[in-house]
Nanobody, 121 residues
Framework: QVQLVASGGDVVQAGGSLRLSCAAS????????MGWYRQAPGKQRELVAR???????NYADSVKGRFTISRDNAKNTVSLQMNSLKSEDTAVYYC???????????????WGQGTQVTVSS
């Protein structure tokens, strides 16, 4: 199995910055896509950003130009640099990875435990 441990959530003032990190461990053979999702109170979980093993990225329109996702394939880690934070960025942020754990060419979806980001205005 794969464990994802996220860290870096905090309380920050609007306009400030935070960096979230997530490390995958366990029986990881390969990870195709890693990403960050968030869920605000009363709302559905939504994609924030994701990155493939080759470095291709996708961002939610609401964070483009403010957030940057990166990963270290050798360490199985993914990070999210969040700048110019807004109150609407307040949410629990979840790390996600599509990982291969066996010799079979299939990837399963794994989630981290979530880390709280609170932006005060």
């Amino acid at each position: 199995q794969v464990q994802l441990v996220a860290s870096g959530g905090d309380v920050v003032q609007a306009g400030g910055s935070l960096r979230l990190s997530c490390a995958a461990s366990g029986s990881v053979r390969s990870i195709s896509v890693m990403g960050w999702y968030r869920q605000a109170p009363g709302k559905q979980r939504e994609l924030v950003a994701r990155i493939t093993s080759s470095g291709s990225t996708n961002y939610a329109d609401s964070v483009k130009g403010r957030f940057t996702i990166s990963r270290d394939n050798a360490k199985n880690t993914v990070s999210l640099q969040m700048n110019s934070l807004k109150s609407e960025d307040t949410a629990v942020y979840y790390c996600n990875a599509a990982a291969q754990v066996s010799v079979l060419p299939s990837f399963d979806n794994y989630w981290g435990q979530g880390t709280q980001v609170t932006v005060s205005s």
